[in-house]
């Protein structure tokens, strides 16, 4: 039984995904310099709100990622559906 193609529709959605990562990489680490930068220079309060910034910008770095598992976890669950339903008809002919 050979794999199945993977389409170009799957392809365009990891792309997107992927986009949406590097997006949110270039936040977290503009975030997390300005949070070193500020902690010799600025104020608690401004630390805290660096602090802030930064935690948001982790979290929705964090949520891209888990949508990309997600996403190659689907993919992965209906190939092996796709294969499980190719041995079911097979098996049936033979009884």
Do not use: K, T
């Amino acid at each position: 039984m050979s794999p199945r193609r993977l389409s170009s529709r799957f392809f365009a959605e990891l792309d997107a995904l992927e986009g949406e990562i590097s997006a949110h990489v270039q936040e977290r680490q503009s975030a997390l310099r300005r949070l070193f930068a500020s902690q010799d220079a600025a104020s608690w309060s401004a630390q805290a709100s660096f602090w802030e910034d930064f935690l948001n910008a982790d979290q929705e770095y964090r949520a891209a990622v888990g949508r990309v598992a997600r996403f190659c976890r689907s993919n992965r669950d209906r190939q092996v559906m796709v294969f499980m339903s190719r041995e079911e008809r097979e098996g049936e002919g033979e009884g």
